[in-house]
């Protein structure tokens, strides 16, 4: 089964996210729900994760230092980290595709951009 | 229309529609006296200092909810009210800037604010209305205009 962590100050978001996630595939996996990158961090520590997804604007620690943190670890930096924000322009997406996130998303979110993004976890 | 008009609709239309599946019109007037609603605000940060708000009636928050999480699968928690007005407002306030302003241009905004304390009367704020079915709701810009 599949691990997935979606990092999101909002439930709505999470709720959203979780709701297209499942409907492009990911019904059985085992989905973590996390107010900030802080909680993210410690939940893709403690157990293997096949993705995490993360929002940028969130309190405590933001989406980029979560991907900052992640990508400097020697365990995690192999982690796919997909990006979903409201904040997010071309320029945004340059610098967190730098970074090293495995894609970036705007909100709202759709199942079929989802789906577009996240093609290699079917493959 | 001026440029941050057409930003405004297309934000809160971009929202509703690909959120909620909700048509929406800008209308020339607001709420009809006696609607409950919701308000929320939201700082713009860089570039431009300044604040977005929604003001929403209840009855629509009920219904956008219905419509996005009414049949909820095992484990999963169906938000807030408050919670989905707080996210409502951070995606229109996000893809607000993104059609206001260059592509290369970072930007900054700040954390949703639930029932805020009223704004004072400035020049520089304006409110548009919008009608969903049958509810209307106001998104307002200050200090950015």
Known sequence: MQRVVIADDSQTARTFIRRCLEIIGLADANFVEVENGREALAQVKEAETDLLVTDLNMPVMNGEMLLKWIKGSPKLCHLKVLV???????????????????????????????????????? | MEKIDIAVQRAVTDTLENLAFMEVFPVPEGLPPGQTEMTAALLFHEPHQGEIRISIPLTLLADISQTIFGTPTEGMAVPSPRDLLAELLNTVAGRFLIELLPEDQPFRIGLPELDPPSLM?????????????????????SNLI
């Open chain 1, 84 to 123: 979903i924000t409201s904040a997010g322009n071309a320029a945004k997406e340059s610098e967190l595709m730098k970074l090293g996130a495995c894609g970036v998303l705007r909100k709202p979110v759709s199942p079929a951009a989802l789906s577009q993004k996240l093609n290699w976890l079917f493959a």
């Open chain 2, 121 to 141: 009367e400035t020049e520089s704020l304006k409110t548009w209305h919008f009608r969903a079915d049958d509810h209307c709701f106001s998104i307002s810009l």
